[in-house]
């Protein structure tokens, strides 16, 4: 019954679910919904019959003693009732599997800094070894070195950083540190159902698993408004002049892919030092 009722957020044109912990949040929205639409139907109607019965046709001369019936109360009872069980049955476990409950870090994760600036997204990878490098601010630059990695550590020699282009293996979960470089800008993946704020000066954890790759996804919206487009990393907040052409672009791929992708980055970085000895 959860579910079916839940499934009302299929007719409210959000879009498609690519993640693993979206249809919780969809369900949540249908069951929200409903209640909108009960509040709309019942507050609605008792307008309507309000109106009517207390026109001043019907009542030419005040009445001092009111209304004696409770149903009002009950009415307010029940709808505290029912906000109360969407809070404690849907809110509070979802936020806490989301935001607050953050797993421990394993070999099985895709670890990613994502480090937001205006009007860009850079996105770091931790290389070979799995380490981040350190990164300092008096070595940013925004041509070769966006987020300040310090390439003389051992383990910043092998970061990758890629502007706008995020690329994550499907059925993997991906831990993701979201900060930001000027203002506050948000994080937004909507098939991924992932919204969080990027606060300079804080390194906010994200974790999802993608469940369908990019490929699927666009087979998926042929015939949409949306054919030929995939999947896309939005700023949703507004974080300056520029504010509208903040935008990404994420790649969910098989394992494989993935691995060839860093593979292909990482022949970039030996190329560059190969230009640098020279």
Not at 35 to 53: A, D, H
Not at 60 to 68: E, F, H, I, R
Not at 81 to 94: D, T
Not at 150 to 163: Q, W
Request: charged share 20%; with cysteine; hydrophobic share 40%.
């Amino acid at each position: 019954m959860i579910e079916s009722l839940g499934k009302l957020s299929n007719y409210l044109g959000l879009p498609s679910v690519a993640s693993e912990h979206g249809l919780k949040i969809d369900y949540m929205n249908g069951w929200v919904h409903w209640l909108m639409l009960i509040l709309f139907i019942g507050w609605g109607s008792f307008f309507i019959y309000t109106v009517v019965k207390f026109r001043a046709k019907s009542n030419p001369s005040a009445d001092y003693k009111g209304v004696q019936s409770n149903y009002s109360k009950y009415a307010e009872i029940g709808i505290i009732g029912f906000e109360a069980f969407l809070l404690i049955a849907f809110a509070f476990p979802i936020w806490a599997s989301l935001k607050t409950n953050v797993p421990s870090v394993t070999n099985e994760m895709v670890q990613v800094r994502v480090i937001a600036q205006q009007f860009a997204w850079n996105i770091h990878y931790p290389g070979n070894d799995g380490i981040f490098g350190p990164t300092k601010p008096q070595l940013v630059d925004e041509e070769t070195n966006p987020v300040g990695i310090d390439r003389s550590s051992p383990t910043g020699a092998d970061d990758i950083v890629t502007i706008n282009q995020l690329h994550l293996p499907v059925n993997k979960m991906a831990m993701i540190y979201l900060t930001s470089k000027d203002v506050i800008h948000n994080f937004a993946l909507p098939e991924m159902r992932v919204k969080q704020d990027a606060i300079p000066g804080m390194s906010i954890p994200i974790f999802f698993t993608p469940n369908k790759t990019s490929e699927d996804f666009i087979n998926e919206i042929i015939g949409s408004a949306r054919e030929g487009m995939g999947y896309e990393i939005a700023c949703a907040q507004l974080c300056g002049n520029s504010h509208y052409r903040m935008k990404g672009y994420l790649t969910v791929e098989t394992e494989e892919e993935f691995l060839a992708f860093l593979e292909e980055e990482a022949e970039y970085l030996e190329d560059e030092d190969e230009d640098d000895d020279w």
